[in-house]
T-cell receptor, first 113, second 115 residues
Framework: GENVEQHPSTLSVQEGDSAVIKCTYSDSASNYFPWYKQELGKGPQLIIDIRSNVGEKKDQRIAVTLNKTAKHFSLHITETQPEDSAVYFCAASTSGGADGLTFGKGTHLIIQP | SAVISQKPSRDICQRGTSLTIQCQVDSQVTMMFWYRQQPGQSLTLIATANQGSEATYESGFVIDKFPISRPNLTFSTLTVSNMSPEDSSIYLC????????????FGSGTRLTVV
């Protein structure tokens, strides 16, 4: 089955700097890659997603890039703010999400004031 | 996107008992799923809740332990049966509307502690 690896497990950046979180997946048939933000005591919140027919997608300060050849995708957050502090999860699916998602282990992003 | 309500938000249960978790979506959705998240860990898919038929379980999860119902397009339940301390975890319901199958929404989760 699909295996998703996520790095780093913890990332500390200064407010205003950029943060990059990377994920690799094992199944070349994967075609849907969402990113979730989870704050303490809450459920995961979808922040951005990308499909395999697109190489990059951007939404304000957040962007995701996908390299199908290398089987990796990354989340980029620019101009980080204190409210960006949370745990971020990447996920992958081989069925466009129809059979559920396989998640990475998460990255605890800490924004230092 | 769909808004999901889960009940209860948390519970403390005695080992050997069962707990049923409810998931209510504010609009009709095509896909509903149940996940487990152990404290500080990632999410693991338990099963796909199929409307009008038996749920589809992932490897390591069985119907006798985690029976699931989905009587309509807005509601599902997950029961954790014959609980042991190892079942202590956060259980999350997820749903997506439409045939595009993207933009999965999650409920806030049910934090279960088995003593």
């Amino acid at each position: 089955g699909e295996n998703v690896e996520q790095h780093p497990s913890t990332l500390s950046v200064q407010e205003g700097d950029s943060a990059v979180i990377k994920c690799t997946y094992s199944d070349s048939a994967s075609n849907y890659f969402p990113w979730y933000k989870q704050e303490l005591g809450k459920g995961p919140q979808l922040i951005i997603d990308i499909r395999s027919n697109v190489g990059e997608k951007k939404d304000q300060r957040i962007a995701v890039t996908l390299n199908k050849t290398a089987k990796h995708f990354s989340l980029h957050i620019t101009e980080t703010q204190p409210e960006d502090s949370a745990v971020y999860f990447c996920a992958a699916s081989t069925s466009g999400g129809a059979d559920g998602l396989t998640f990475g282990k998460g990255t605890h992003l800490i924004i230092q004031p | 996107s769909a808004v999901i309500s889960q009940k209860p938000s948390r519970d403390i249960c005695q080992r050997g008992t069962s707990l049923t978790i409810q998931c209510q979506v504010d609009s009709q959705v095509t896909m509903m799923f149940w996940y487990r998240q152990q404290p500080g860990q990632s999410l693991t898919l338990i099963a796909t809740a199929n409307q009008g038929s038996e749920a589809t379980y992932e490897s390591g999860f069985v119907i006798d332990k985690f029976p699931i119902s989905r009587p309509n397009l807005t509601f599902s339940t997950l029961t954790v049966s014959n609980m042991s301390p190892e079942d202590s975890s956060i259980y999350l319901c997820s749903a997506a509307a439409g045939t595009g199958v993207s933009g999965y929404t999650f409920g806030s989760g049910t934090r279960l502690t088995v003593v």
